[in-house]
């Protein structure tokens, strides 16, 4: 699917169970990444399930939702680093989209993200940037597009993403986001609505 065919509103509903962060502490560093539920129709979607400080305190982030850790249909992998995988086997029956394939039970269905539906309001992108295999998911709600996504830490960047392997191909992909998105969900930071001051 072409960028001007997608959705720019639609029936999602976006919640974020954890926003994520990354600070360090006496103890050391902590990281946890956002942690986003996405549920349109018959599809429920977790967006990146972690890390976390408490797999308890996300199950019940969740169960606030009234969901139970069985009814999530489909998780996604905005990329391949831990702090945003980890905890992908809380969710039995759900089905696993990276940028590549999808994973359902024992089954590796090769597939390229970009342009792939989850349902009629949410999509994938690819967005290689943070690295070479990031997607992002795009949510059409009636408030516009939301944009689940590594390709910003937080609201002010980092503008250079010191894992990024190519600053060039980030930028090109923080465009096609923003020329798609009402809201950015970041990986490490609460949501936000770009603007001028946006790091492109
Ligand atoms: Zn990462
Ligand atoms: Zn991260």
Redesign the pocket.
């Known amino acids: 699917m072409r960028d001007d065919e997608l959705p720019r509103t639609g029936s999602a509903t976006v919640h974020i169970l954890q926003p994520?962060y990354?600070r360090e502490d006496e103890d050391g560093e902590h990281?946890g990444?956002t942690v986003t539920l996405i549920r349109d129709g018959a599809v429920t979607v977790v967006v990146d399930p972690g890390m976390v400080a408490s797999r308890a305190s996300l199950l019940a982030a969740l169960a606030a939702h009234a969901v139970t850790p069985e009814s999530v249909t489909d998780v996604v992998f905005s990329?391949h680093?831990p702090?945003?995988t980890v905890n992908a086997a809380l969710f039995p029956a759900a089905r696993i989209h990276d940028h590549w394939a999808i994973y359902d039970g024992d089954l590796w269905i090769s597939r390229d993200a970009d342009g792939a539906e989850l349902s009629p309001s949410v999509h994938l992108i690819a967005t290689p940037g943070?690295t070479a295999q990031d997607i992002t998911t795009l949510a059409a709600t009636a408030d516009g597009v939301h944009a689940c996504t590594?390709a910003w830490?937080g609201a002010d960047g980092p503008a250079q993403d010191p894992f990024a392997p190519d600053q060039v191909t980030l930028a090109t992909s923080r465009a096609r986001i923003l020329a798609l998105a009402t809201v950015i969900i970041p990986?490490?930071g609460p949501a936000f609505v770009p603007d001028a001051s946006t790091p492109r």
Do not use: E, R
């Open positions: 994520g990354a990281v990444s990329h680093h702090d945003h943070h590594h830490w990986g490490h």
